[in-house]
């Protein structure tokens, strides 16, 4: 049994405890940088987030996300996806996408299409290789999206079962002729760092010229884990950028096993430093695309179970420790 003495001591211990856990808040940023203005300044077309629909009931977000100090552009997440547009054959809703595409004209932000063929979306009546380019982008077209697998061989779908490697430039040239002003770009992820999915990437760029099909840049996805930035990332995007093509990093953010420790923020802080500072040292690295600005529309948690924390804003629109390492990273 307790003495009188033992449980003041209790007592006291937890009321001492409490507060002080209570009051400790997780490292913000202090950057008070303007992102995109940063970006600009050093060089670059722009610094931007991607968006979705459904972020732009809310008006916080909104607020954030219009300011084209912050944010020089913008890649529609999912309304420009083939099953999003066609969900039916023949059937065509532009609506959603005309929503993104109108918000960053009236902002005064890039527009990068996203994305023409993609095997992950679509719709299930899809059986024969077809092609639907819009004529809404006003910057860039994502054409293909994640044509290769891993080990570097062309990834199987009703595309490449139906024609072979050949969609590839059936798709870039009617990229082209619907949108004769954008940049065309093939987009993937795990070709960060040196390997084979980066030399198959490379080798499918200098077929392609070879064949003299329209191939403007590689977009690298950077869906990173925090601690786990590939080495060498800025000398692959040097041996991309000696191809003759731009590069972009077109879907970043560096997701943790949750929950967000002070370590885990400080470590991702330095990622983001890292992957800005890649993009700031190669010239033709023409921009950076956050994938979403915040973690509250973050895709992570939904496809990634127990992880998340991805974003450089916080759930609650507060900006982490991860915003400096942007800034830091364009040289502020
Ligand atoms: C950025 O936004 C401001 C304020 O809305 C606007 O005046 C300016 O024209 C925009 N910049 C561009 C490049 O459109
Ligand atoms: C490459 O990866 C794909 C997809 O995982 C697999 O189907 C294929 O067999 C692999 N090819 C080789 C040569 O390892
Ligand atoms: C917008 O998101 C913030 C942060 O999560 C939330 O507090 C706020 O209630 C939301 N506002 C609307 C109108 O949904």
């Known amino acids: 049994m307790l003495t009188l003495p033992l449980l003041l001591v209790a007592f006291f211990c937890l009321a001492a405890a409490r507060p002080q856990a209570a009051t400790i808040a997780p490292p913000q940023s202090t950057s008070t940088a303007k992102l995109n203005t940063l970006a600009q300044s050093i060089g670059k077309l722009y610094f931007g987030s991607a968006t979705d629909n459904p972020d732009l009931t809310n008006t916080s977000y909104v607020a954030i996300f219009d300011d084209n100090t912050t944010f020089g552009q913008t890649t529609p997440t999912n309304s420009m996806k083939w099953d999003a547009t066609e969900p039916e054959q023949g059937v065509f809703t532009f609506e959603a996408g005309d929503v993104i595409a109108n918000l960053a004209n009236s902002n005064g932000q890039l527009l990068r299409g996203h994305n023409c063929v993609w095997h992950e979306q679509l719709p299930d009546w899809f059986t024969a290789a077809r092609l639907w380019v819009t004529t ?74 070879s064949q003299g099909i329209p191939i403007d840049g590689v977009g690298f996805q950077c869906h990173f884990i925090v601690g786990e930035v590939p080495e060498g990332f800025q000398q692959n995007l040097e041996a991309f950028t000696a191809l003759g093509i731009e590069v972009a990093i077109t879907e970043l953010d560096v997701r943790m096993t949750l929950p967000a420790t002070d370590e885990l923020l400080e470590q991702q802080k330095q990622d983001y430093q890292i992957v800005i500072s890649a993009c700031a040292a190669v010239p033709k690295c023409v921009g950076v695309t956050l994938w979403d600005f915040t973690d509250k529309f973050s895709w992570v948690p939904g496809t990634f179970a127990g992880q998340g924390a991805a974003c450089p804003w916080d759930e609650n629109f507060i900006r982490k420790p991860a915003f400096d390492g942007i800034a830091l990273g364009f040289g502020a």
């Open 136 to 209: 809404q982008a006003k910057y860039s077209w994502d054409v293909v999206n994640e044509p290769l697998n891993d080990n570097g061989t062309f990834g199987s779908d009703v595309f490449f079962d139906t024609l072979g490697v050949s969609y590839i430039g059936i798709a870039l040239n009617a990229a082209r002729a619907a949108d004769p002003n954008a940049k065309l770009y093939i987009n993937d992820f795990n070709i960060e760092g040196p390997g084979v999915k980066a030399t198959a990437m490379m080798d499918l760029v200098t077929s392609l010229q």
